[in-house]
């Protein structure tokens, strides 16, 4: 059974590609598709990029950030080149949400650009 969280990033994949593509980006070309991690442990969320590092993917380098409340994150992203297919993308989602998991850091879900 789906959790619901995943589901929920899966919907959001949906939409998001639905949009894109009304919108008119080029659904020939790959995206670069931006999947976001925080956490308020520092520790944790540079192990996971560590891990994601070691995992061969393209990780940024982490980055403290400020919420609306006034809380301090580090955060940092994966980067992937992908095309605009919702499989695919929920394949990474799944994968993504997993690391964040096992690393006890947030996966603030994924988004990406308008390709003409």
């Known amino acids: 059974m789906i959790e619901q969280e995943l589901q929920e990033l899966f919907d959001y994949t949906n939409t998001l590609i639905e949009e894109l593509v009304e919108d008119g980006t080029n659904e020939e070309v790959h995206?670069?598709?931006e999947h976001h991690f925080s956490s308020v442990d520092f520790n944790a969320l540079e192990q996971?990029?560590?891990?994601?590092?070691?995992?061969?993917?393209?990780?940024d380098e982490p980055e403290e950030a400020e919420l609306e409340d006034g809380t301090?994150?580090?955060a940092f992203?994966?980067?992937t080149e992908q095309a605009l297919e919702?499989?695919?993308?929920?394949?990474e989602v799944k994968a993504m949400y997993e690391l964040a998991k096992k690393s006890k850091?947030?996966?603030d879900g994924w988004g990406t650009y308008f390709e003409e």
């Open 31 to 33: 995206h670069t598709i």
């Open 48 to 59: 996971a990029a560590v891990t994601a590092f070691k995992m061969g993917l393209e990780v």
């Open 72 to 74: 301090k994150v580090f």
């Open 77 to 79: 992203d994966i980067i």
């Open 86 to 91: 919702v499989e695919i993308i929920n394949d």
């Open 105 to 107: 850091i947030d996966y």
